[in-house]
């Protein structure tokens, strides 16, 4: 699976951003697909993700903010981030969580390169 991260920027706070995520290969194994995100000096967080079920899950901090979507026609999953402020500042990275095949039943984890998000107040 390779993952393609697009729609980085430089905003104002109180701006919005839509960040995409193109993902080839092997699209028929992916369980889950969303993104995360790394400021500067701290862990990778999760911030949304959507299941191959169609379910989504956010971190507290985005919710209400932002919404995960997919386009399954374009094998592309977007982040739409609305409100943005200045802790919304980070590398994001389009995540993929891929499942084994021929009875391998483990779970593999795929990223993309990251697109800077920062925000300006």
């Known amino acids: 699976v390779q993952l393609v991260e697009s729609g980085g920027g430089l905003v104002q706070g109180g701006g919005s951003l839509r960040l995409s995520c193109a993902a080839s290969?092997?699209?028929?194994?992916?369980?889950?697909i969303g993104w995360y995100r790394q400021a500067p000096g701290k862990q990778r967080d999760l911030v949304a993700r959507?299941?191959?079920?169609?379910?989504?899950n956010y971190a507290e901090s985005v919710k209400g903010r932002f919404t995960i979507s997919r386009d399954n026609r374009k094998n592309t999953v977007y982040l739409q981030m609305n409100s943005l402020n200045s802790e919304d500042t980070a590398v994001y990275y389009c995540?993929?969580?891929?499942?084994?095949?021929?009875?391998?039943?483990?779970?593999?984890?795929?990223w993309g390169q990251g697109t800077q998000v920062t925000v300006s107040s």
């Open positions: 290969g092997s699209i028929s194994s992916i369980r889950a």
């Open positions: 959507i299941t191959s079920g169609g379910s989504t």
């Open positions: 995540h993929a969580q891929v499942a084994g095949t021929n009875g391998d039943l483990s779970r593999y984890n795929y």
